[in-house]
């Protein structure tokens, strides 16, 4: 079983769209989560944090739900720009203190 | 900008030939890493390091090995490259004071 599972989309929205991504995860004890953004032949780049509380940065809202293993990403108000892969990725317990990363969701925002 | 730089970006070989890439950082960060990544399988880890001459094994590191003799460069090396190493990969730091990874622009490796 994988440690991190996403739906790899696309999802393909119009500008001005809401659009939520969810990510699960397979370690009830993981800890840390995060969404990084991928364009196309570029590294992945972080793009925040997911706590126990949610958190909120401008119009992307990233949110954990311990009790079913996953964490979402929404994105309101959606641009251009926002085109992109998704990936979650959750902390690896263990001794490497690495990331599980998922496979990624495409979104096409589309004028 | 976490200062890190991939070298060579791009490569073409052949397979049963040695093949080396390099990453080097500038901010002196302990923990150092390469993944690959491949359509349908997302980020793996190859290898990581925490420390000069401390290195430890990743979910894919069969084929590979790797070394770093100096805090500012982490080498992966290919002892004789199969067509199923062609990939995309990253190398990554992450800094003592938190738990996120920051990756370099990788390398599109290509054996044929």
């Known amino acids: 079983r994988k440690e991190v599972e996403q739906d790899p989309g696309p999802f393909n929205v119009p500008e001005g769209a809401t659009v939520a991504f969810n990510c699960t995860y397979s370690n009830s004890a993981s800890q840390s989560f995060f969404w990084y953004r991928q364009d196309c032949r570029k590294e992945p780049k972080l793009l925040m944090s997911?706590?126990?509380s949610g958190n909120e940065d401008g119009r992307f809202t990233a949110q954990l739900n311990r009790a079913s293993q996953y964490i979402s990403l929404l994105i309101r108000d959606s641009k251009l720009s926002d085109s992109a892969t998704y990936l979650c990725a959750v902390l690896d317990q263990t001794g490497a203190n690495n990331l599980f990363f998922g496979t990624g969701t495409r979104l096409t925002v589309i004028p | 900008d976490a200062g890190i730089t991939q070298s060579p970006r791009h490569k073409v070989t052949e397979t049963g030939t040695p093949v080396t890439l390099r990453c080097h950082q500038t901010e002196n960060h302990r923990y150092m890493y390469w993944y690959r990544q491949d359509p349908g399988h997302g980020l793996r880890l190859i290898h990581y390091?925490?420390?000069?001459?401390?290195?430890d094994k990743g979910e894919v590191s069969d084929g590979y090995s790797v070394s770093r003799s100096k805090t500012e460069d982490f080498l992966l090396t290919l002892e004789s490259a199969t067509s199923s190493q062609t990939s995309v990969y990253f190398c990554?730091?992450?800094?003592?004071?938190?738990?996120?990874?920051?990756f370099g622009s990788g390398t599109q490796l290509s054996v044929l």
């Open positions: 390091s925490y420390g000069v001459k401390d290195t």
């Open positions: 990554a730091i992450r800094r003592a004071t938190n738990e996120k990874l920051f």
């Open positions: 997911v706590y126990s």
